[in-house]
């Protein structure tokens, strides 16, 4: 991205991003658009789009392959 998300022009360069892959930000949010900061609200749209391409195994694990922690449980960013 070319600007920070807390700009005016960074929300928009996300919103467009975002769009681009199928996950559209309203306008209108109700409750959450009058308390959320707009930079959240972006962050769960981008974790969306993460989750999605998740589900339809299109996500690529960083690092690859996932490591492991002493619990047997793999740690990885998904994105």
Do not use: N
Not at 48 to 56: E, G, I, L, V, Y
Not at 59 to 73: K, L, M, N, Q, T
């Amino acid at each position: 991205m070319a600007h920070p998300k807390s700009t005016w022009a960074g929300t928009e360069e996300r919103k467009q991003a975002l769009a681009a892959h199928g996950i559209v930000v309203p306008a209108q949010l109700g409750l959450a658009g009058r308390r959320a900061a707009v930079d959240d609200v972006l962050d769960a749209a981008a974790a969306c789009w993460s989750t999605a391409r998740f589900c339809a195994g299109e996500a690529v694990s960083y690092p690859d392959p996932p490591e492991r922690f002493d619990d047997g449980i793999p740690a990885a960013i998904w994105a």
